[in-house]
């Protein structure tokens, strides 16, 4: 079956500018949840979303924010983008959420800020 | 709050020697535990998880074993290959939290 499509996988932006980033989970899989990787902070959790509600977020500004559609498909979004907000973004999707199910990860998007 | 720690990196060894990746944990309530692998360029795969306590999580010849008392969750294998190196995170997820706290993460490089 089809794992976890995010896209785009490259993006350059300049700061200031928004960003949207979209993704697809594994089909039945109804629990999508955002990571935000660079190097000097590791992987940190951005926000969870089931059944198009937002059940969990981590510690990040309101520029931060998401949403899930009906068929699961999930964006994220970055306004007034920063050189910081430089990282690769991965999206994860799991059949509940739980937490002994384990999380499906895609291949990521790689954001630029300039 | 929850948090993992891992052994530094990298970790450098000879194909066919044995590796050990030590993690420890602390977190509030039973979380459970797992080890993904993020080769170059790629996202995260799981590569084995536990879900309580003694449990043993393996997968492509790596082990885990979860144990509360240490509260540690150490990967294993027994011999590695060239194909193993990449970076592995170890992380928990806590009870109802429904999100996973990572470890900073330990590069292994193996060679021929």
């Known amino acids: 079956k089809a794992g976890v499509t995010q896209t785009p996988r490259y993006l350059i932006k300049t700061r200031g500018q928004q960003v949207t980033l979209s993704c697809s989970p594994i089909?039945?899989?109804?629990?999508v949840s955002w990571y935000q990787q660079t190097p000097g902070q590791g992987l940190q959790f951005l926000f969870e979303?089931?059944?198009?509600?937002?059940?969990n977020k981590g510690n990040f500004p309101g520029r931060f924010s998401g949403r899930q559609f009906s068929n699961s498909r999930s964006e994220m979004n970055v306004s007034t983008l920063e050189l910081g907000d430089s990282a690769l973004y991965l999206c994860?999707?799991?059949?509940?959420?739980?937490?002994?199910?384990?999380?499906?990860f895609g291949s990521g998007t790689r954001l630029t800020v300039v | 709050g929850d948090s993992v720690t891992q052994m530094e990196g990298p970790v450098t060894l000879s194909e066919e020697a044995f590796l050990t990746i030590n993690c420890t944990y602390t977190a509030t309530g039973y979380p459970s535990l797992f080890w993904y692998v993020q080769y170059p360029g790629e996202g995260l795969q799981l590569l084995l998880k536990?879900?309580?306590?003694?449990d043993k999580g393996s997968n492509k010849g790596f082990e885990a074993t979860y144990r509360k008392e240490t509260t540690s969750f150490h990967l294993e294998k027994g011999s590695v290959q060239v194909s193993d190196s990449a970076v592995y995170f170890c992380?928990?997820?806590?009870?109802?939290?429904?999100?996973?706290?990572f470890g900073s993460g330990t590069r292994l490089q193996v060679q021929p």
């Open positions: 994860a999707s799991s059949a509940s959420g739980g937490d002994g199910y384990g999380y499906t």
């Open positions: 992380a928990l997820s806590d009870t109802g939290r429904r999100a996973l706290t």
């Open positions: 536990a879900t309580k306590a003694d």
């Open positions: 089909s039945g899989h109804r629990s």
């Open positions: 979303y089931f059944s198009e509600t937002q059940r």
